[in-house]
């Protein structure tokens, strides 16, 4: 199903490709084939955003102690307790809670576009979250790549989450950082993929070490 927050762009872009082909019937010639080559424009990026701002259902695996990944993704940074995921153009956009808890704090921060891979991409437009889990305060932050417009939220300040709920969405490109609590380990590493809301990327340190 298209994903909260994604109708008016497939809308929109629906909308226009029928308006193009409407209008086309009444033209002959040159400006015949311009409006032609405008409605298959339209037709594909029509196809595109259906595909782009998918939302296929999730269910977390694992133990309800278990931090499931909060996006789609490839693992470009594990340091310590944080992790980076980075987002491609084809990957589903939409974003999970790692683990359950009340979401305790939003900051939403406008800023620019640089690559979200990119080093520099502290000063893009991003949105930080924390959440209250049983185990301590998880922190997930939402950057903008260079090709996103917004960052689109699902909770507020208050929301209880559940593991694996969707929590938002950020348009095209993007990264999302998460830093888990004390007394986990991360069990993926640099260049593994993973998937929001299914793949588990931490667990508690006493179910690695059997103690």
């Not at 992790?83 to 084809?90: E, S, V």
Request: aromatic share 10%.
């Amino acid at each position: 199903m298209p994903a909260k927050g994604s109708l008016s762009w497939i809308g929109g872009m629906m909308l226009f490709t029928l308006a193009i082909g409407y209008i086309s019937k009444s033209f002959t010639g040159l400006v015949f084939y311009i409006l032609l080559i405008a409605f298959i424009i339209g037709a594909i990026l029509t196809f595109f955003f259906f595909i782009f701002f998918r939302d296929p259902e999730r269910s977390p695996t694992g133990d309800e102690d278990d931090a499931v990944s909060p996006a789609d993704g490839k693992v470009i940074s594990v340091q310590n307790q944080k992790i980076c995921i980075f987002m491609n153009i084809h990957d589903v956009h939409v974003n999970r809670a790692p683990l359950a808890g009340t979401v305790t704090n939003i900051d939403y921060k406008p800023g620019g576009y640089i690559p979200a891979f990119n080093k520099d991409s502290f000063v893009n437009e991003r949105n930080h979250v924390v959440i209250d889990t049983s185990t301590g305060a998880l922190e997930l932050t939402q950057i903008a790549g260079v090709l996103t417009r917004r960052i689109v939220s699902y909770i507020s300040v208050g929301s209880r989450v559940k593991r694996g709920e969707r929590i938002g969405m950020i348009r095209f490109g993007s990264r999302v950082d998460v830093i888990i609590p004390d007394g986990y380990v991360f069990i993926v590493k640099v260049n593994d993929k993973v998937k929001a809301g299914c793949t588990i990327i931490a667990k508690k340190k006493e179910k690695i070490t059997g103690q």
